[in-house]
């Protein structure tokens, strides 16, 4: 049985195809379309599923599709979304039907129902807790509830407008950071501040019985659209003594303060309600999704200080990864079967044919170096450039689905550089300088340069956070608060990967690497060759490894992006951000 999953319509539009419950493919739009977190219904990532699978539209059996179209068209007008803006209810299933030709059952599941079967069917936990936490689906905010076999029961959630994802976003949006994306940012700049507003933060939020929260209403202004469009009130700048931050503004020991509070005040609801889940479900194991499973910090402490033995936090916890669930769901419910499996890897999307490579480098004229048939010739290029304090773009396999880079698509650097950290923010990626990097390290050495008791076992996602304990100094990967983010790699899933960090851990002793997604500021992880290519001419790396080919910048032509026409305006507007229907100001309801 074939069953295709869609996300879309919100910020994150993705597809995935099961076939007889097990992960085929998957990948979201926006690595097709370049328009970063590209919210449309996912066109190009639906016929790639296909073409993956090796299927035509009528082997499809079922379409699942992630929300309830009626309920968040109910929770829309009641916040008196304007009818411009408001989710026609019918639209979804239409444009399945016109856009993709799909003429076949189409089912619907709510949207934390989606997020909860995500996490649940690929952890690979016969049973486990659940827990799902975001901005918000149709009505529901955050949702707890058990998953046993083929089934998954939620029994408590709380409803909009009190939100977790919509505190954070509101103090992302005061701190001068974008909305839907700059959540990032803030617990990245945490660290480096004190808790000195935890008090006004607490002020913001305050728990209430079993699972609930509640917002204090005054200080936020998402509830009702309104001319501001802005998702705090007047009375928070107030609150904090302080004006808003205007975007890209001097950052100050006042925003760094802010920022810290409100991550510990985000940690102390969730590991308050986390030891609530347990006690209500007695389990050991806690699967978690939504948004706000992807904050590595709070994840990580809820490993330390909670209750659960284990956690598996579903790799693109965002709503792209609802696809996943939705597409599990229709097959429990069409087969009565458990879907899914332990989810060991992510390598979902896209891969090119050496062929394809080698046609597209001969194309560019380039005097690329050629290692088809000499793996270990080209690891030990690599590594020799690595070792020189190079930046180099890893391109092999398969595309990562979710937000993380794994080996796939990712830019690799020294990590035991110390200018390293700075020139990859500057140059390369185009951010702020306090954003943190993140190391891959061999699995089997990993224990030996990270606390693994932190994180209950291998991290193979990158998806909390644990101290550094490392007899080398790696500055380019520590934060300021001595932790980090490691990937942990197995050489039996990531073969070339693992082989390059073994070849650069027999070089230096060191076997681990900066892994950071293959982007610039603006722009989605790059998905083709092409996209690769013109990378390598417009930002600061300074190799690209394309499959079997080794490529320098420094034999790059000047007016290298002139000679990609799709991306030529791109370069001159110096990566600006493309026309997006996400607002980066005001959380996404529509």
Known sequence: MNIVGLSAFFHESACCLLRDGRLVAAAEEERFSRVKHDPRLPVSAFRWCLRRGGIGITDVDCVAYYESPGKKLERQLWSGVPESLRLDPDRPEREIRERLGYEGPVLTFEHHESHAASAFFFSGFPEAALLTVDGVGEWATTAYGRGRGSGIELFEEVRFPHSLGLLYSTVTAYLGFEVNDGEYKVMGLAPYGEPRYLDEMRRLVSTGPEGQYRLDLQYFDFIHFGDGQRMYSDTLPRLFGEPPRRREAEITRFHEDVARSLQAALEEVLLEKVRYLHGRTGLPDLCMAGGV?????????????????????????????TCLG???????QLTGERPGGRLSHVYLGPRWRIDEIAGLVEATGLPALDFRGREAGLLEAVVDRLEAGQVVGWFHGPLELGPRALGARSLLADPRDPGMRDRLNRLVKKREAFRPFAPSVLEAHAAEHFDL????GPSPFMLATCRVTSPLDLPAVTHVDGSARPQTVDPGISPRYGALLEAFRRRTGCPLLVNTSFNVRGEPIVCSPVDALFSLGSSGIDALVLEDFLIDREIVPANWAELFPAWRERARSGFAPRERTVSTDLYTFV
């Open 293 to 321: 499973a992807l904050n590595v910090v709070a994840n990580g402490r809820i490993l330390r200080e909670g209750p659960f033995e284990r956690l598996f936090v579903q790799p693109a916890a965002g709503d792209s990864g």
């Open 453 to 456: 008791s932190d994180l209950g």
């Open 326 to 332: 939705a597409a599990a769901l229709a097959h429990a």
